[in-house]
């Protein structure tokens, strides 16, 4: 049984910086990718970036591309979402995901339960 926890959401405005965190329980946390999705009011959700279980070769929805950062602490069983040049469209409860391989297999069994993000125009 795997939990996960989001934070740091909050409400900045356009232009603005955020970091999101997703704490995780369990020791196996260092094993699997991970990712981060985002789902906007009335809109399906969407996949945002992910990562696999070394940390190596991130990727990112190219909505997202050079303004957002995936990272994790495998030491800390944390993984991180830094959101750079935000933008109103980037408005969304955001949510983090364990897949179910050590690299991406885009099949993900644990969710957490979300940060909003309200960015401000």
């Known amino acids: 049984q795997v939990q996960l926890v989001e934070s740091g959401g909050g409400l900045v405005q356009a232009g603005g910086s955020l970091r999101l965190s997703c704490a995780a329980s369990g020791r196996t946390f260092s094993s699997y990718a991970m990712g981060w999705f985002r789902q906007a009011a009335g809109k399906e959700r969407e996949f945002v970036a992910g990562?696999?279980?070394?940390?190596?070769?991130?990727y990112y929805a190219d909505s997202v591309k050079g303004r957002f950062t995936i990272s994790r602490d495998n030491a800390k069983n944390t993984l991180y979402l830094q959101m750079n040049s935000l933008k109103p469209e980037d408005t969304a409860l955001y949510y983090c995901a364990k897949d179910v391989r050590t690299v991406s297999s885009w099949s993900y069994d644990y969710w957490g339960q979300g940060t909003q993000v309200t960015v401000s125009s």
């Open positions: 990562i696999s279980w070394s940390g190596d070769s991130p």
